[in-house]
């Protein structure tokens, strides 16, 4: 009983398309956030929101956007992919009360063609 | 600001021998240390975390941490290596609002 989904967890596109990427939780966490892996650079963060109405830009947002649909949602859209986004996304969940601790998914595996 | 550096990359040991994986971590203010480790085609969970309480941390599956503040390193330790631990490794300092600065990872690879 996973406590943090992310959906697809594969994916492969071709460069141009749009792509959204969805988490979901059902720990009853405010936070949440977007990272993505690649091999070398450990986890670089994306987008991170404190709660439905407060979304912010992470180290490396530009050709990402973000949508929190619900505390316990977040998405996560290449609205023109390019190759060079091929990663491993990752979504994450925090509590405010311990912000320190951070929660993951499993992870989806994009892959733009 | 914060960051953090894995002096190793990969790490390769025979099973039943001691695993250390060094973390070394640049912090303008006290911080807070993680671990987590990453098996293959799964997420990350957690090994342990320093959170400026003791500063030997013991967590799951044997490891444990010490934070050396002298030094600015939170190594990563196992007395005794088993198959399962072959995994990726990610030493992870905290900043001020729960900003994880992440280490590129160290690789471990254990030998029967």
């Known amino acids: 009983d996973a406590d943090v989904t992310q959906t697809p967890r594969n994916r492969i596109t071709k460069t141009g398309k749009r792509i959204m990427l969805e988490c979901s939780q059902t720990?009853?966490?405010?936070?949440m956030y977007w990272y993505r892996q690649d091999p070398g650079l450990g986890l670089r963060l994306i987008y991170y929101?404190?709660?439905?109405?407060?979304?912010n830009k992470g180290e490396i947002s530009d050709g990402y956007s973000v949508s929190r649909q619900a505390q316990a949602k977040f998405s996560l859209s290449l609205e023109s992919a390019i190759p060079n986004q091929t990663a491993l996304y990752f979504c994450?969940?925090?509590?405010?009360?311990?912000?320190?601790?951070?929660?993951f998914g499993p992870g989806t595996r994009l892959t733009v063609l | 600001a914060q960051s953090v550096t894995q002096l190793d990359s990969h790490v390769s040991v025979s099973e039943g021998t001691p695993v250390l994986l060094r973390c070394n971590y640049s912090s303008s203010y006290s911080p807070s240390l993680f671990w987590y480790v990453q098996h293959p085609n799964k997420g990350l969970q957690l090994l342990l975390k320093?959170?400026?309480?003791?500063?030997l941390v013991k967590g799951i599956n044997g490891f444990e941490a010490e934070f050396k503040k002298s030094e600015t390193s939170f190594h990563l330790t196992k007395p005794s290596a088993h198959m399962s631990d072959a995994a990726e490794y990610f030493c992870v300092v905290s900043g001020s609002w729960g900003k994880l600065q992440f280490g590129a990872g160290t690789q471990v690879v254990v030998t029967p």
């Open positions: 929101s404190f709660d439905v109405k407060d979304i």
């Open positions: 320093y959170t400026s309480a003791a500063t």
């Open positions: 720990k009853g966490h405010d936070r």
């Open positions: 994450a969940t925090s509590a405010g009360s311990s912000y320190n601790e951070q929660f």
